[in-house]
Nanobody
């Protein structure tokens, strides 16, 4: 199982970015995939998650209506579209899976992680 996150960068407040998580070694559509983030000096937190077969999605309250998680099965990639970015969204973003059907917000349960991609929101 391998996950590779990409798409981070520097963006001004109010801007947009799309993160990608390329998956290999398992059937992407059959398992939940989550995005987490970790800001300097803060604990890792769950941002968004999509269940098996896209049956359900979860979002952190502070990103609802701004972030959208989606999955492209043919491309074996999970995306996180981020809009109206705020300075408090600045963090390293990770994709992860624990090869379960449903999502968990507890990052300690996730066994497989991408390498992280840095998002910086600043003017």
């Amino acid at each position: 199982v391998q996950l590779q996150a990409s798409g981070g960068g520097l963006v001004q407040p109010g801007g947009s970015l799309r993160l990608s998580c390329a998956a290999s070694g398992f059937t992407l559509v059959d398992y939940a995939i989550a995005w987490f983030r970790q800001a300097p000096g803060k604990e890792r937190e769950g941002v968004a998650c999509i269940w098996r077969w896209g049956a359900r999605s979860y979002y952190l309250d502070s990103v609802k209506d701004r972030f959208t998680i989606s999955r492209e099965t043919a491309q074996k990639t999970v995306y996180q579209q981020m809009m109206n970015l705020k300075p408090e969204d600045t963090a390293v973003y990770y994709c992860a899976t624990d090869l379960q059907f449903s999502c968990s917000s507890d990052y300690t349960t996730y066994e497989y992680w991408g390498q992280g991609t840095l998002v910086t929101v600043s003017s």
